[in-house]
T-cell receptor, first 114, second 115 residues
Framework: SQQGEEDPQALSIQEGENATMNCSYK?????LQWYRQNSGRGLVHLIL?????REKHSGRLRVTLDTSKKSSSLLITASRAADTASYFC??????????????FGTGTRLKVLA | GAVVSQHPSWVICKSGTSVKIECRSL??????MFWYRQFPKQSLMLMAT?????????EQGVEKDKFLINHASLTLSTLTVTSAHPEDSSFYIC???????????FGSGTRLTVV
């Protein structure tokens, strides 16, 4: 099952431009995280934002969270060719009886042209 | 930091055979592990949640008799793809909850090719 829908599905920009990816989710969350995945490789954790936070920064990354709209955005500033990858949001769902579920969004394929 | 070791990193098997993938948490105990499958250019789809000492919880549409999950200890979960077919070829990734600041640590994935 997919919790998050991401848009755009694919994004192609020139080096130096900013890239914005959006993630919408369906149910209440504990936190939301963004990951990066190079083609055919494992996941790299980028940033976590908790449900009581609205914005976080990490280097060239800026993440916002709007729990009222159930959406989050990832902004990569001054993009580089090396940022070319797929980006996924993931949400931590607390279910009953202390159990959890960790669901990924559909992902955005970013291509940064040199 | 917390590490999850996943083996093998890639495997090629013949149709009809079974393949076992291991996911081991190093230096921390993982009461819950998650198994995902990822097809090319698609996202990670949660297959099942594996709880130590109890039966795994499978997502809708995932055949529990085909994808056998065993979480016999707090540091090891295994996924066995039984009677594999070419359509089972995919990238399988495990994740363990616990051991890190944000709670989830991922294995490096296993690329399964069924010929």
């Amino acid at each position: 099952s997919q919790q998050g829908e991401e848009d755009p599905q694919a994004l192609s920009i020139q080096e130096g431009e900013n890239a914005t990816m959006n993630c919408s989710y369906k149910t209440s969350i504990n936190n939301l995280q963004w990951y990066r995945q190079n083609s055919g490789r494992g996941l790299v954790h980028l940033i976590l934002i908790r449900s009581n936070e609205r914005e976080k920064h990490s280097g060239r990354l800026r993440v916002t969270l709007d729990t009222s709209k159930k959406s989050s955005s990832l902004l990569i500033t001054a993009s580089r060719a090396a940022d070319t990858a797929s980006y996924f949001c993931a949400t931590d769902l607390r279910l009953g009886s202390g159990t959890y579920k960790y669901i990924f969004g559909t992902g955005t394929r970013l291509k940064v042209l040199a | 930091g917390a590490v999850v070791s996943q083996h093998p990193s890639w495997v090629i098997c013949k149709s009809g055979t079974s393949v076992k993938i291991e996911c081991r948490s190093l230096d921390f105990q993982a009461t819950t592990m998650f198994w995902y499958r990822q097809f090319p250019k698609q996202s990670l789809m949660l297959m099942a949640t594996s709880n130590e000492g109890s039966k795994a919880t499978y997502e809708q549409g995932v055949e529990k008799d085909k994808f056998l999950i065993n979480h016999a200890s707090l540091t090891l979960s295994t996924l066995t793809v039984t009677s594999a077919h070419p359509e089972d070829s995919s990238f399988y990734i495990c994740s363990a909850r616990g051991g890190g600041g944000y709670g989830y640590t991922f294995g490096s994935g296993t690329r399964l090719t069924v010929v």
